[in-house]
């Protein structure tokens, strides 16, 4: 009886140190480096390199083949943008890409020679999505601002600026001729619209709730689309009708993935779930279990058996595609620094919710959006050095103490700093207030 116990608890043991292996080996193919939630991902055409962005304000790029080495390598950070990046696109050669960000902000990048190209103009708020035609003449945008717009990728210019209504845009895509675009978002119909002309030419379907993402399919002549109540739906652009319907999510859907190459769709919700499917039997592939917050980024990676997804992290997270649940509960995940709620001085909470997202307060500011609180009492607005501060903060008289800092919180960082590239975060309670500047004053030394 003693003999078989130690044997049944060698074996537990070999397969828990099994089972814990193969968790590092994931976890070693994470990328880490972001100092905010990933928004979007991206992997190259050739499946070899992969680009991210975040609430940091950064677009990442990484090799996903570094030959000998054992976890992919962090080969750029670009730091244009001035807000968090919200979308990021391939060229289709690969040497080039599209973000865009909060601020309306889009970017066209050379990856060979890791240097911003151009910067295309035109949108007033956030640009969500980004689409480029298969022969990389155009790219089209659409944003917060209500409008779609059409770029040449030759010259860089504005081609149509389409006002598609007073709400936001959350996608758009351009068919495989390039002769139609397609745009949905806040009001729950997908519309086309005349490439050429810009002129509007018809309401394709009304889902009736809003959509909040929309993808290709293989071919390009269905596309899959997301719902804030959760739905994922296929539409069929030749019948003008839905021609499936999967699983729906509990929240909104607020990621999706095609893989052409292994015809594989992913989604992604707020619920903290993510479904895998295949295209040709519309077979559940694979299921996550709990994943804690919302999953807003999903990429395929080139092998079809594993994708890189984006949550509350500050990295882009692996995961080999499965059905067993038990590899899939991330029962080990603890809440992030910017989720507390009770159990901390009310200062400190405050930091917590209100800065720690943007804000280390040690010497490394560890990639975040924002600068580094360390020692900011009695510093001079804009004069840390690495930072790419605005230039209005550069250029401001403004010296960090408690006024100053109170003045900030109770205006808001754009009227005491006009032109700033802070988000607006202010604090009307007084004892709020005064309890997060007597624990920055504190913890900043």
Not at 281 to 287: H, R, S, V
Not at 315 to 333: A, F, P, R, S
Request: aromatic fraction near 8%.
């Amino acid at each position: 009886m003693k003999r078989f116990l130690f044997i049944f608890t060698l074996l537990i043991s070999l397969l828990t140190h099994s089972n814990l292996m193969a968790d590092a080996v994931k976890n070693i193919k994470n990328l880490v480096g972001h100092g905010g939630p990933v928004n979007t991902v991206a992997i190259s055409p050739d499946g070899k390199t992969a680009l991210s962005g975040s609430l940091d304000y950064a677009v990442m790029m990484w090799d996903l083949d570094p030959g000998n080495a054992e976890k992919p390598k962090q080969n750029h950070r670009f730091i244009a943008h001035k807000g968090a990046v919200s979308a990021i696109k391939y060229f289709p050669s690969g040497e080039k890409a599209i973000s865009s960000g909060d601020k309306g902000n889009v970017f066209i990048w050379d990856l060979l020679k890791n240097k911003e190209i151009a910067q295309l103009e035109g949108h007033l708020a956030k640009v969500v999505s980004i689409d480029i035609s298969n022969d990389a003449k155009y790219a089209a945008t659409s944003s917060w601002d209500g409008n779609i717009i059409l770029w040449d990728l030759d010259t860089q210019k504005l081609i149509h600026k389409i006002l598609v209504h007073n709400h936001p845009v959350n996608n758009v895509l351009i068919s495989a001729d390039s002769k139609t675009l397609y745009s949905a978002g806040y009001d729950g119909k997908i519309r086309s619209w005349d490439a050429d002309s810009g002129e509007f030419i018809k309401v394709l379907h009304s889902h009736g709730w809003p959509i909040n993402i929309m993808r290709w399919l293989p071919e390009q002549k269905q596309l899959i689309f997301g719902t804030t109540n959760g739905d994922v739906q296929i539409f069929d652009l030749d019948k003008e009708k839905i021609s499936k319907i999967l699983i729906p999510h509990e929240k909104p859907v607020l990621g999706l993935a095609v893989s052409s190459k292994h015809n594989l769709i992913a989604s992604g919700g707020n619920d903290g779930v993510i479904r895998v499917w295949d295209i040709n039997n519309w077979e559940l592939k694979g299921q996550t279990i709990t994943i804690l917050g919302p999953v807003w980024a999903l990429a395929f990676n080139d092998d079809g058996k594993s994708l890189y997804y984006g949550s509350l992290d500050d990295e882009v997270k692996y995961w080999e595609i499965t059905d067993k649940e038990d590899q899939n509960l991330w029962v080990d995940h603890k809440p992030r620094r910017f989720q507390v709620k009770t159990g901390v001085p009310l200062g400190e909470l405050q930091f917590a919710r209100k800065c720690s997202v943007c804000h280390t307060l040690n010497a490394d500011d560890a990639n975040r959006a924002g600068p580094t609180l360390h020692k900011v009492f009695g510093r001079k607005a804009g004069a840390l050095e690495g930072y790419s501060y605005s230039d209005s903060l550069k250029n401001s008289p403004i010296i960090w103490d408690e006024k100053t800092i109170d003045d900030l919180f109770v205006e808001g960082p754009a009227k005491i700093v006009p032109g700033t590239k802070m988000p607006l975060q202010k604090v009307a309670d007084d004892k709020q207030r005064k309890a997060l500047i007597s624990f920055l004053k504190k913890a900043t030394q």
